[in-house]
């Protein structure tokens, strides 16, 4: 009809060719399109795995020390089980066979024995009433420190725990004694002496030994070489124990030796005994204050709306 103004619906025939370019074009944005999703997809793994990293970082000492604490815990817990079903005889038997080892050690001298901690035969076996090595344990409660003392000081006893210097005399007590307990410190993974730096000259130390609390109060603090093992040597007539452990901090050339001499046992500390779990509680504190913002973080990138796909169609 001449004037009629209605648009001539008739659908557009597209010729071969036509078709085909559609298809291409069509390939070609979708193709762009997967690996512009694949580069945002790694970029978000990557950023991911950085903050699971640093989050590990971050917790492992915490985590690691706590475990240790554990660890220490069920050793302690494990040598009072032991000691607790024993009998006065048992104790007796157990302490003079300990008293024989200290007096052969002093008949020896203390520089024979310290550089041949072999001569005198059966020392494993006296002291360790629970067969794990256990001799007892030292209650620092100034640094927050209790700690199994295994014997020896080998490299698998010192990661985790206390171990007392073979060739000395075992922390039993008596006249003419010397004993020596060792630990590190700095590691990542467990605090043990890490603060024994902190210790001066009148602070006291505990060190229970089957059904016995012997403690020690600070005298000397000095620092030597390796070398220097005078200082750890028997006095006549004195009942020592000395902690050491290396210095400086981090580079451990030197070795920091505290040593106390015996006093009377206050009554209370007879039956008290320090909780090394506690001392573990600021260190796990601190990681999980630090570890929530990394995880909520984390949580937001993961979470982030994704920008959507363009679906070949355009708003009119």
Same mark, same amino acid.
């Given at each position: 009809m001449e004037g009629n103004n209605e648009k001539d619906f008739t659908p557009k025939v597209m010729t071969v060719d036509e078709v085909?370019?559609?298809?291409?074009?069509?390939? %070609?944005?979708?193709?762009?399109?997967?690996?512009?999703?694949?580069?945002?997809?790694?970029?978000?793994?990557?950023?991911?795995?950085?903050?699971?990293?640093g989050l590990a970082i971050v917790i492992y000492p915490s985590f690691s020390n706590w475990w240790n604490s554990?660890?220490?815990?069920?050793?302690?817990?494990?040598?009072?089980?032991?000691?607790?079903?024993?009998?006065?005889?048992?104790?007796?038997?157990?302490?003079?066979a300990a008293y024989a080892y200290n007096e052969a050690i002093a008949k020896l001298g203390s520089a024979t024995s310290i550089s041949n901690p072999g001569l005198i035969e059966g020392y494993s076996n006296i002291l360790n009433v629970s067969g794990t090595g256990v001799m007892g344990y030292i209650t620092i409660e100034k640094i927050g420190?209790?700690?199994?003392?295994?014997?020896?000081?080998?490299?698998?006893?010192?990661?985790?725990?206390?171990?007392?210097?073979?060739?000395?005399?075992?922390?039993?007590?008596?006249?003419?004694?010397?004993?020596?307990?060792?630990?590190?410190?700095?590691?990542?993974s467990a605090t043990l002496f890490t603060h024994l730096d902190q210790m001066e000259v009148g602070d006291t130390f505990t060190i229970t030994i089957l059904n016995e609390v012997l403690t020690y109060e600070?005298?000397?603090?000095?620092?030597?070489?390796?070398? %220097?093992?005078?200082?750890?040597?028997?006095?006549?007539?004195?009942?020592y124990v000395t902690l050491m452990t290396c210095?400086?901090?981090?580079?451990?050339?030197?070795?920091?030796?505290?040593?106390?001499?015996?006093?009377?046992?206050?009554?209370?500390?007879?039956?008290?005994?320090v909780t090394a779990e506690a001392y573990k509680i600021d260190t796990?504190?601190?990681?999980?204050?630090v570890a929530i913002p990394m995880v909520i973080i984390l949580f937001i990138i993961v979470s982030l709306p994704r920008k959507?796909?363009?679906?070949g169609h355009r708003k009119p």
């Open positions: 085909r370019n559609r298809k291409r074009k069509e390939r %070609e944005r979708r193709r762009k399109e997967r690996k512009a999703e694949g580069k945002r997809s790694w970029a978000t793994f990557g950023l991911t795995l950085v903050l699971l990293l554990r660890v220490q815990s069920r050793a302690m817990a494990s040598y009072d089980e032991a000691v607790s079903s024993m009998s006065e005889a048992d104790y007796s038997e157990y302490f003079e420190v209790e700690l199994p003392i295994y014997h020896g000081t080998s490299a698998s006893v010192l990661q985790i725990a206390a171990g007392h210097l073979e060739g000395t005399s075992l922390p039993v007590g008596g006249e003419s004694t010397h004993a020596v307990i060792s630990a590190h410190r700095g590691l990542p600070v005298d000397q603090i000095s620092i030597i070489y390796p070398n %220097e093992l005078e200082t750890i040597y028997i006095e006549d007539g004195q009942d210095t400086p901090y981090g580079i451990n050339t030197q070795r920091l030796m505290v040593r106390g001499h015996r006093i009377e046992t206050e009554a209370a500390k007879k039956t008290i005994k796990i504190l601190v990681s999980v204050c959507k796909k363009y679906d």
